[in-house]
T-cell receptor, first 108, second 113 residues
């Protein structure tokens, strides 16, 4: 079955601490994985995609096919990183399977 | 201002009534989607359309219907057959290709009273 799992509903860290939001997937083909973010009172938007291998706002994510994971990491969290984060797997185009979401709270 | 516009922002419906949610995009995207967002469940795909005059059921299509008469518009009707319609509904659009970014609207919160 095709599935995306984010095991943590809430992750709370202090400013300056490292952050890792976990994402595991189950997919029979070659996965296309994304992280989307929803800041308070804003629309859901793309943060990064695995194919780009880029760093956005200090966040990176590496696709590990052996562990079927796509964890999101940032070495030093900032208060403005507080948001809801969704890991997503594309079946085709914008047909996405979303994880349950992880709320990141960065405390001062 | 380019993007996706959903209306209304809040919608209240009595039990037994159908209600239609509007979604318009000016991004010239071929594909459009409707997702439902419930607390603790992430987003789930209701319907999608790759091209005008064509649409396909997603994972939770029961109790919903859509139309795609224009490229820019993809309205969603929540029918009285939907057993638990109270939710946050998100419309999205994208190019129909690999590794594409989906662009989302601000959402409509539907409450059945």
């Amino acid at each position: 079955a095709q599935r995306v799992t984010q095991p943590e509903k809430l992750l709370s860290v202090f400013k300056g601490a490292p952050v890792e939001l976990k994402c595991n997937y189950s997919y029979s083909g070659s996965p296309e994985l994304f992280w989307y973010v929803q800041y308070s009172r804003q629309r859901l938007q793309l943060l990064l995609r695995h194919i780009s291998r880029e760093s956005i706002k200090g966040f990176t994510a590496d696709l590990n096919k052996g562990e079927t994971s796509f964890h999101l990491k940032k070495p030093f969290a900032q208060e403005e990183d507080s948001a809801m984060y969704y890991c997503a797997l594309s079946r085709q185009g914008g047909k996405l399977i979303f994880g349950q979401g992880t709320e990141l709270s960065v405390k001062p | 201002d380019g993007g996706i516009t959903q209306s209304p922002k809040y919608l209240f419906r009595k039990e037994g009534q159908n209600v239609t949610l509007s979604c318009e995009q000016n991004l010239n995207h071929d594909a459009m989607y409707w997702y439902r967002q419930d607390p603790g469940q992430g987003l789930r795909l209701i319907y999608y359309s790759q091209i005008v005059n064509d649409f396909q059921k997603g994972d939770i299509a029961e109790g919903y219907s859509v139309s795609r008469e224009k490229k820019e518009s993809f309205p969603l009707t929540v029918t009285s057959a939907q057993k638990n319609p109270t939710a946050f509904y998100l419309c999205a659009s994208s190019m129909w290709r690999d590794n594409t970014e989906a662009f989302f609207g601000q959402g409509t919160r539907l409450t059945v009273v």
